[in-house]
């Protein structure tokens, strides 16, 4: 999919992956990806989901396990090499933060 949509030739796209901690590295260092800068994955650590309405868990300070994690592809990081790197850790139960800038530059959504 990502080799089809031609991404290594759009490097101004901004990709946002969910999924399992263990596809982080597969995904952001992909060679489809080759010239994106602004790549972020996202990974839900022991998130549970309930239908037919989507709600979290009873929210608790304490639980450590509802928390997202996330990665960013950083272009020369590793001696001038493509690297992954955890730029951000939160804990649901505090919520979403406000002042965290997931991408490079000074992009505003």
């Not at 602004?38 to 549970?48: F, G, K, Q, S, T």
């Not at 868990?57 to 304490?62: K, L, M, V, Y």
């Not at 965290?100 to 991408?103: A, D, R, Y």
């Given at each position: 999919f990502l080799e089809q949509c031609g991404l290594w030739s759009r490097p101004e796209v901004r990709?946002?992956?969910?999924?399992?901690?263990?596809h982080v590295e597969t995904v952001l260092l992909h060679p489809s990806l080759r010239n994106t800068v602004?790549?972020?994955?996202?990974?839900?650590?022991?998130?549970?989901l309930h239908t037919p309405t989507i709600k979290l868990?009873?929210?608790?300070?304490?639980k450590v396990g509802e928390r997202v994690m996330v990665y960013r592809r950083c272009l020369?990081?590793?001696n001038g090499e493509a690297?992954?790197?955890?730029?951000y850790l939160w804990n649901l139960?505090?919520?979403l933060p406000r002042d965290?800038?997931?991408?490079y530059g000074n992009y505003v959504p």
């Open positions: 990709l946002m992956v969910v999924g399992h901690r263990s602004h790549a972020i994955y996202l990974v839900l650590h022991n998130l549970v868990r009873e929210r608790n300070s304490d020369y990081c590793n690297d992954v790197q955890l730029v139960a505090s919520g965290v800038n997931l991408f």
